[in-house]
């Protein structure tokens, strides 16, 4: 065999060679992922219980929505314990599991007044969620899903589902009243709703009559949603979707809402947007 034959062979082997190295590079980054979001989902299981716990006996639910946040948890805890690493990531669920914290510390913190000591211990929840999605770079990702889906380029006349986002968080963190109200913030971030869902909408192959932010969630996951995303996360986020609008509707009006709970409202539709994208293909 000549030179140039063996010199061909040698290089397909060390293309052969690199190509692996790549793959396993690939696998390990997802296998850290997997790791980082396993742990993101205990970290919310954690809080979860804690919130839960938190909440008096006393407080009024109806009983459909105590067996809607149950059965998420059921859910999830079935999703987890069937992955076997193979064929799809759990991002998707841990971003959901940060939407029902969210829910649950919304039902303690304004849903009623609390006692002294169970505020105390709400705020405390509070302030370790905040802390963890901080230390996510949850914002970051967010915004990368945002573009992932070209949900950070306007229509002309229009902004853009990601400019509607920015408007808000802006509203939030440098208003400029001197305090943030719920005009700026609140209504900014349901127009971000808004304009994601009509954006993705229009992606789907067919139409939908899909009159509540619920059902277009319903819609365009059943359309265009990553293949592990099941039936009852989809409808979780649905139903999460059509509360966090008409919370953002109403409340969105009012003159005299703390600056408190303006921010946590739109945490929650932070986080809600966060796991809406991440299921969306």
């Not at 229009?158 to 005009?183: E, Q």
């Not at 990553?226 to 009852?232: L, P």
């Amino acid at each position: 065999m000549g030179a140039e034959p063996s010199k061909q062979k040698k290089d397909e082997l060390i293309q052969a060679v690199q190509q692996s190295k790549e793959a396993a590079e690939q696998t390990r980054a997802r296998a850290q992922r997997t790791v980082q979001d396993a742990h993101f989902t205990v970290q919310m299981a954690d809080l979860a219980k804690d919130a839960v716990q938190n909440i008096p006996n006393d407080t009024f639910l109806p009983p459909a929505e105590w067996d809607q946040r149950t059965g998420f948890w059921r859910d999830t805890a079935n999703r987890l314990k069937s992955f076997d690493g193979i064929g799809w990531e759990i991002g998707g669920t841990a971003s959901s599991t940060a939407v029902a914290v969210s829910d649950v510390l919304f039902i303690g913190a304004y849903n009623q007044p609390l006692p002294g000591a169970n505020k105390d211990r709400e705020e405390s929840i509070v302030c370790q969620f905040e802390e963890l999605l901080e230390a996510s770079s949850w914002d970051t990702v967010l915004e990368a899903d945002f573009i992932r889906l070209h949900l950070d380029r306007p229509t002309p006349g229009h902004k853009s589902a990601l400019d509607h986002f920015r408007d808000a968080k802006g509203a939030l963190s440098t208003p400029s009243a001197g305090a943030p109200t719920p005009t700026a913030v609140l209504l900014a971030v349901r127009s971000c709703i808004d304009c994601a869902l009509a954006d993705l909408l229009r992606r789907c192959p067919g139409q939908a009559r899909a009159p509540k932010a619920g059902d277009k969630v319903t819609f365009i996951c059943g359309q265009i949603g990553k293949a592990e995303i099941d039936a009852g996360q989809i409808a979780y986020l649905a139903a999460t979707a059509t509360k966090l609008h008409s919370d953002l509707s109403s409340l969105g009006k009012q003159t005299d809402m703390d600056a408190a709970a303006i921010r946590w409202l739109f945490r929650r539709t932070e986080v809600f947007m966060k796991a809406f994208l991440s299921a969306i293909g």
